[in-house]
Nanobody
Framework: QVQLEESGGGLEQVGGSLRLSCAAS????????LGWFRQAPGKEREFVAT????????FYSDSVKGRFTIYRDDAQNTMYLQMNNLKPEDTAVYYC???????????????????WGQGTQVTVSA
């Protein structure tokens, strides 16, 4: 069983930066692609970014491309999301997620992920 725990959320001003962390336990996730999703108040949960096993490939939603960076430290079994130039529309609960199979292709689809963290709140004030 995989446990994922997000941290690093908080209140930040427009234009500021935050770094989210996703620490995994119960299994080494070196050979798994990973993803970040978010859910804003009153909206569906949406894809933010994904990273391949090995970290070679990354993909982003259009709304965060150029501002957010996903990366991983497999030695620490941890994934990160560096968020720069934050906007009010980035306000959401952010979730990290992992699939249940190794060596898969990266995915934007929530259905391709089995394990989810509890989420961390990010609030961007104008």
């Amino acid at each position: 069983q995989v446990q994922l725990e997000e941290s690093g959320g908080g209140l930040e001003q427009v234009g500021g930066s935050l770094r989210l962390s996703c620490a995994a336990s119960g299994r080494t996730l070196t050979s798994y692609f990973l993803g970040w999703f978010r859910q804003a108040p009153g909206k569906e949960r949406e894809f933010v970014a994904t990273i391949s096993w090995g970290g070679t490939y990354t993909f982003y939603s259009d709304s965060v491309k150029g501002r957010f960076t996903i990366y991983r430290d497999d030695a620490q079994n941890t994934m990160y999301l560096q968020m720069n130039n934050l906007k009010p529309e980035d306000t959401a609960v952010y979730y990290c997620a992992a699939p249940d199979h190794e060596y898969g292709d990266v995915s934007r689809r929530q259905a391709d992920y089995t394990y989810w963290g509890q989420g961390t709140q990010v609030t961007v004030s104008a």
